[in-house]
Nanobody, 114 residues
Framework: QVQLVESGGGLVQPGGSLRLSCAAS????????MGWYRQAPGKQRELVAH???????NYADSVKGRFTISRDNAKNTVYLQMNSLQPEDTAVYYC????????WGQGTQVTVSS
């Protein structure tokens, strides 16, 4: 079964930027969806953004204009560029892939604080 390895989380001040990466351990074929959810303490997991293998993109309203999702199909990797980060963006960010079934990454902590 494919595994997802995330990297790029950390602590950043308000207004700062981070870039998350999520790499699949094996080829995930030519038809799939990759994306990111996040879960803040005491809140439900929510969709941040997703991108299809043909480049279709969807963002949560709360991150539009600040976050950019992209992917490198040759590397089976999805990225999330996060700019103008705010304290309310603090959460554990989980990547996922829908390919055959649904697979989650282990999560990476993003903390926005001064």
């Amino acid at each position: 079964q494919v595994q997802l390895v995330e990297s790029g989380g950390g602590l950043v001040q308000p207004g700062g930027s981070l870039r998350l990466s999520c790499a699949a351990s094996e080829s995930i074929g030519s038809t799939n969806v990759m994306g990111w959810y996040r879960q803040a303490p005491g809140k439900q997991r929510e969709l941040v953004a997703h991108i299809t293998s043909t480049g279709g993109i969807n963002y949560a309203d709360s991150v539009k204009g600040r976050f950019t999702i992209s992917r490198d199909n040759a590397k089976n990797t999805v990225y999330l560029q996060m700019n103008s980060l705010q304290p309310e963006d603090t959460a554990v960010y989980y990547c996922y892939v829908i390919y055959g079934g649904l697979t989650w990454g282990q999560g990476t902590q993003v903390t926005v604080s001064s």
